[in-house]
């Protein structure tokens, strides 16, 4: 019998739902969030092609005109299309909010295994100056650094990035104190490996999991940040679309019932926000039953 | 025969975590006296049994001759050498020759490693194999401890297989890098007791194959008796009594050792026990009893006892006792 | 020898996400005044969560699908929670493996003491309570003033003595243990043994010992259900359990156990593991690893077989 592809894919749907009756409600969760996220994702991936209009064109149609066929979220006062703004916007933040929290993990997590490993006084150094850290409001410091960093989209993700550092330092370092002391720890210190290999082979992987899932909550708090950030005016040049900047600009126009300017930018940054905490959420649910599977 | 080991008046002493006032006005640090002056040897090709109850030293024993820990005072001379004056990568390589079996399988092997690299991984390490011929190496290894189909469990997590298997996977482990000297703690403890048998012939099987010498950490008298050749008694950190198996068996010297072997319930109905049971429980490893650290719980105590420590003395041909009265 | 509890047909289910375990499938067990009955096997068997079942302390999801628990007549299953409740300390009482976990670290021994009296009976004063325990704990040959510890302060083999006496302070006819001694020192073990069969005459106690531990069954049990998968393997006095074994599972699991007494060249090793509940193999459970296994084995659950107090549920023996 040849393979049907209509076949495979009603197999494949069948397996999909029988993962949803598995977990409940945390399964819809987590693919309503990993769904909006990729739909926002494909947009930036694809924004030139999506984008009838270029971010930067001052001259695409009358200024300041409400959501009509041509422009489906209507222009702002620089004649610029909302809707194409909206669309190039994903690109900044997505990269912004992903680098800072790809650095804030690496950062974190490294400084995590090492001072929960090593102990001793190397580790209440570390966990003070991270206590510190994590101790402040976290836009307070992100908007301390930035404006000590000056404008860029290197120092804004800098700025976002410093904040979370100190969450997965004591995410790492809790379970490394944990882990340190497990059987098979003990076992491969039995079996001659060296310090760095148990740290990377035996600890670093036990420990793995449950950073994703901070990883995911990460990223919507630092578009939040990033947002606030250059709606303040700190961060960004304007040179860059970016939805955070579009609802500043946006918003002296709202009392004059001009609402499409920030609205639209506004509802992307909660969407795009809400993907990934529901995301991170879903999986959390998921992925805690399977760590307790011992 | 050779001697392969040799632990010379071993102690450790465990500090007591107080307060931080208790430790500023104490006149004396408080200590737990988990092994406090251990002797013996191991005979290369023997299986010594270290028994005893819980508490007395037995586990901190194996781990301070694998050097998992480090001693208060005290030897302990393996191939001519004393290992705690082995540098970090000398003790590195011997540990390719002297390996260890701990009691619970699930917690000894990493759960996000699968048995393949698990069972692979000390070759790894010493730089003994890679890539394909490890990988042939763990499969032999598989199938000599029973794990089959080999490169079937290869790829599988502990989660995934049986209790029996995962200990199966331990033994493979520490057998894989050939070593001379095996510690096993309690290795059957944990597993089911349709299992036990099992895994102890497979201890057996693997030690004629292999020309292994054996440390055999075990609470578990029966089991102590099938399958090793000298077994040595533990109380409260100390040796009471050291001989051959069968000897210290059948006829048992010190008290201690009696009272043990007649407290082990025997699964035969037709039997019921005559030997008086002590009172009591054991005392604290933090202010053990004066003199003979049995004699509060001892049915033969003499006054004698309370304050003469016995050293250990022969009293036959490689028995050793400590006891006064012998 | 009058019959205070009787288990038909029990069938307990643990539904969980990969499927239902089936802890317990149709077992039948008789328990009579003063005798001591031992329910082995080992972990996964089934004997802890029968042992449960009686007083319903079964933790969710676990529940009781089929069967029948009679107490002196009484159905425990389908009682009324406050009926039930009255029964427990009173009637039948209970005592667990970890004597640290069962205890409340937070409370006095005398308080936990006062507490399961008044419980059963409000009217009784707090003096009162605190008489009947001290003469309980002086029947243990503990002296009463260490009512006045915490369970931090003692050790465990004291602890174990003071579940005892928690269990016993209201005079139940009932007694079930469950892995009473697995915690304990092999010394401390055979004292608690002592003591258990001093408890039972002196107050006619009737007691389900539920263990791995063949030996200590052997010293203390009248009468041994072996328990294998969920199922019942067999039934009968100790002496005839231990003598002769019928099940192939005894058997096996009787000739793989190291005996101090004896002295065994070999020991008899059981292939493969104990079976997965959620799919148990069809026809009789032990079947995948019998080396007397036949065809209809494989097909159909055996019936009971025998008379008396000898019941083997074997096809050997149909």
């Not at chain 1, 990729?38 to 009358?62: E, H, K, R």
């Not at chain 2, 049994?49 to 024993?61: D, I, M």
């Not at chain 3, 030996?215 to 359990?241: N, P």
Request: proline residues 7%.
């Amino acid at each position: 019998m040849r393979f049907s592809p209509a076949a495979g894919l009603g197999k494949l749907l069948q397996r999909f739902m029988g993962q949803g009756k598995k977990y409940g409600m945390e399964w819809w969760v987590m693919i309503i969030g990993a769904t909006i996220v990729l739909a926002i994702v494909i947009m930036a991936f694809c924004a030139p092609y999506i984008a009838p209009f270029s971010p930067y064109d001052q001259n695409t149609g009358p200024q300041l005109s409400p959501p009509n066929n041509i422009h489906i979220m209507g222009t702002d006062n620089l004649q610029r299309d909302v809707w194409s703004r909206v669309v190039f916007g994903s690109q900044t933040i997505l990269r912004v909010a992903v680098l800072a929290a790809v650095l804030s993990s690496v950062v974190g997590i490294t400084f995590g295994l090492i001072s929960g490993f090593a102990g001793g006084n190397l580790d209440r150094i570390f966990s003070l100056i991270m206590d510190s850290v994590y101790s402040f409001p976290g836009l307070i410091l992100a908007i301390a650094f930035a404006a000590m960093l000056g404008p860029g989209v290197v120092n804004i993700t800098l700025a976002v990035a410093v904040i979370y550092i100190p969450t997965y330092f004591r995410l790492v370092r809790g379970q490394t104190l944990a882990i340190k002391e497990e059987l098979y720890v003990e076992a491969a210190k039995a079996i001659g490996a060296t310090n760095r290999v148990i740290l990377w082979k035996y600890i670093f992987p036990n420990v793995i999991a449950t950073t994703v899932v901070v990883f995911s909550m990460n990223v919507a708090d630092a578009i939040m940040i990033e947002a606030a950030l250059t709606y303040l005016g700190l961060g960004l040049p304007p040179s860059v679309v970016d939805w955070g900047m579009d609802l500043a600009m946006g918003k002296k126009y709202l009392p004059s019932g001009q609402w499409w300017l920030i609205t639209f930018p506004g509802a992307m940054i909660s969407l795009l926000a809400l993907g990934f905490t529901m995301l991170g959420e879903g999986l959390s649910e998921i992925l805690n039953p399977r760590l307790l599977e011992r | 025969m050779t001697e392969l080991l040799k632990v010379e008046n071993l102690k450790k002493h465990f500090p007591l975590q107080k307060g931080f006032l208790d430790n500023l006005f104490a006149k004396e640090k408080r200590v737990v006296r988990a092994v406090d002056g251990v002797s013996f040897s191991i005979q290369k090709g023997e299986t010594l049994g270290l028994v005893g109850e819980s508490g007395c030293g037995k586990t901190t024993t194996g781990r301070l001759i694998l050097r998992l820990l480090e001693p208060t005072s005290g030897k302990v001379v393996y191939g001519g050498k004393s290992i705690f004056s082995y540098s970090k990568e000398e003790m590195r390589r011997l540990r390719e020759k002297m390996q260890v079996i701990f009691q619970d399988p699930f917690a000894s092997l990493s759960p996000r490693m699968t048995i393949g690299e698990a069972i692979g991984h000390p070759l790894k390490i010493h730089g003994l194999a890679h890539g394909k011929g490890a990988e042939q190496k763990v499969m032999d290894i598989m199938e000599k401890v029973g794990l089959e189909p080999a490169s079937f469990l290869y790829h599988k997590y502990p989660h995934q297989v049986s209790g029996g298997q995962r200990q199966r996977v331990v033994i493979a482990r520490a057998l894989v890098t050939n070593p001379e000297f095996v510690v096993a703690d309690e290795p059957i403890a944990m597993a089911d007791v349709s299992v036990r048998s099992m895994i102890l012939e497979l201890l057996i099987r693997l030690k004629e194959e292999f020309d292994l010498t054996y440390l055999f950490i075990t609470h578990d008298l029966a089991t102590s008796k099938y399958i090793c050749d000298r077994v040595a008694i533990m109380y409260l950190g100390k040796i009471v009594e050291m001989g051959p198996l069968k000897e210290v068996f059948s006829k048992p010297v010190h008290p201690y050792t009696s009272t043990l072997l007649a407290a082990v319930p025997v699964p035969d109905p037709k039997f019921r026990r005559t030997h008086p049971i002590p009172k009591g429980e054991i005392p604290s490893a933090i202010n053990p009893p004066s003199g003979c650290r049995f004699h509060p719980r001892c049915h033969l105590a003499s006054p004698e006892c309370s304050r003469e420590e016995p050293p250990l003395r022969e009293v036959g041909k490689n028995h050793w006792v400590a006891c006064n009265l012998r | 020898m009058k019959t205070i509890l009787e288990i038909k047909n029990l069938h307990v289910h643990f539904p969980i996400n990969i499927g239902t375990v089936r802890a317990v499938q149709g077992v039948d067990l008789e328990l009579r005044q003063g005798e001591v009955m031992g329910l082995v096997g080992e972990s996964g068997c089934g004997k802890s969560t029968l042992g449960f079942s009686i007083l319903r302390l079964l933790r969710p999801p676990g529940e009781i699908v089929e069967g029948e628990i009679l107490y002196h007549g009484r159905d425990l299953v389908r009682m009324e929670e406050k009926e039930l409740l009255s029964l427990r300390g009173n009637n039948i009482s209970m005592i667990f493996q970890d004597p640290l976990t069962s205890l409340n670290p937070l409370f006095r021994i005398d308080e936990q003491f006062i507490e399961t009296i008044k419980t059963h009976d409000p009217q009784i004063s707090k003096q009162e309570a605190f008489k009947k325990a001290a003469q309980v704990l002086e029947s243990l040959g503990i002296s009463p003033e260490r009512l006045l510890e915490y369970p931090h302060q003692m050790s465990g083999g004291m602890r174990q003595r003071i579940m005892i006496g928690m269990a016993l302070v209201l005079d139940p006819d009932l007694l079930i243990a469950d892995e009473p001694t697995t915690s304990l020192d092999v010394i401390v073990e055979a004292q608690f043994l002592d003591l258990l069969n001093e408890l039972r005459r002196q107050y006619d106690l009737t007691i389900l010992l539920i263990t791995h531990n063949l030996g200590i069954v052997a010293q203390l049990a009248d009468r041994v259900t072996v328990m294998y998968g969920g199922t019942i393997a067999e039934t009968g006095k100790a002496e005839s359990i231990f003598g002769n074994p019928l099940h192939p599972y005894t058997q096996g699991l009787l000739a793989s156990i190291p005996n101090i007494k004896l002295d065994q060249p070999e020991l008899h090793t059981m292939e493969g593991s104990p079976p997965d509940l959620v799919a148990p193999p069809p026809g009789c459970v032990f079947h995948p690893r019998c080396p007397r296994a036949m065809d209809i084995c494989k097909k159909e659950r055996p019936k009971a077989f025998g008379k008396d107090d000898r019941i083997v549920r074997c096809w050997l023996y149909g």
